[in-house]
T-cell receptor
C-alpha cells in the first residue's frame, strides 16, 4: 500500500463544472496536508494547505480533511481550461527518529483536463 | 518569483559522472529539502538540511549527498550517475510561521543521464 494514494486519472471535466480530486494517506500521525498544482515541465505550486478536520475554502478551491477516514480532497468549482494540470496531494509528518525533519510525502498525482 | 532559485535549469550528464545541483533560498528559511521527481511520479524526498546539518533522509543511497551553507544556499551532489537518476530535482525551502509550516519549491533542475 502506498503511503499517499490519489484517484487514478486522467480526469476530464467540462469548463464550468466541479472537479473533485481525492487522496488517502496511511500514516495516522500525519499533521499537515497540502495540494499542489504542477503544469507540465514546471515545479509544484502550492494551492491549498489544511491542518484540521473540515473544509477550507479559498476562492474556487475547497480542501476537505477527514482525519478519522484518513482522507483529503480538493474541489475546484467553475473549472477553467487554465486549471488543466497535474494535482499532487502531499502529507507532512514529523520524523521522530530524524529530529525535526518534516518531509513531504507525495502521491503520484492526478492529471486534470478541463475541456473548453 | 518563488524566492527559491535553482541552477542549472537543464543538465545532461553521462552515466558514471558526478553532478552538483544548486539552490538558493530566502533569508531566514533555514531548512532546505531536496526532492527527486521521475516522469509521471510525485516528488520523492531525498534529504533535508537544517542549520547546515542533515536532519532527515529518504530512501536514497549514499551517493546522493548534500551541503547547506550559512547564506541559505545548498547543494545536491550525485556521484556515479545512473540512467535512473534522470529526473526533475526540486529544492524546497521550508519555514514556520506561528507553528504552521510552509513549503516553497524552486523551479527545478532537469537532469538527463545518457
Amino acid at each position: 500500500q502506498k503511503e499517499v494514494e490519489q484517484n487514478s486519472g486522467p480526469l476530464s471535466v467540462p469548463e464550468g463544472a466541479i472537479a473533485s480530486l481525492n487522496c488517502t494517506y496511511s500514516d495516522r500521525v500525519s499533521q499537515s496536508f497540502f495540494w499542489y498544482r504542477q503544469y507540465s515541465g514546471k515545479s509544484p505550486e502550492l494551492i491549498m494547505s489544511i491542518y484540521s478536520n473540515g473544509d477550507k475554502e479559498d476562492g474556487r478551491f475547497t480542501a476537505q480533511l477527514n482525519k478519522a477516514s484518513q482522507y483529503v480532497s480538493l474541489l475546484i468549482r467553475d473549472s477553467q481550461p487554465s486549471d488543466s494540470a497535474t494535482y499532487l496531494c502531499a502529507v507532512s509528518r514529523r520524523e521522530i527518529s530524524s529530529g525535526s525533519a518534516r518531509q513531504l510525502t507525495f502521491g503520484s498525482g492526478t492529471q486534470l483536463t478541463v475541456l473548453p | 518569483e518563488t524566492g527559491v532559485t535553482q541552477s542549472p535549469t537543464h543538465l545532461i550528464k553521462t552515466r558514471g559522472q558526478q553532478v552538483t545541483l544548486r539552490c538558493s533560498s530566502q533569508s531566514g528559511h533555514n531548512t532546505v529539502s531536496w526532492y527527486q521527481q521521475a516522469l509521471g511520479q510525485g516528488p520523492q524526498f531525498i534529504f533535508q538540511y537544517y542549520r547546515e546539518e542533515e536532519n532527515g533522509r529518504g530512501n536514497f543511497p549514499p551517493r546522493f549527498s548534500g551541503l547547506q551553507f550559512p547564506n541559505y544556499s545548498s547543494e545536491l551532489n550525485v556521484n556515479a550517475l545512473e540512467l535512473d537518476d534522470s529526473a526533475l530535482y526540486l529544492c524546497a525551502s521550508t519555514h514556520s510561521i506561528g507553528g504552521i509550516e510552509g513549503y516553497t519549491f524552486g523551479s527545478g533542475t532537469r537532469l538527463t543521464v545518457v
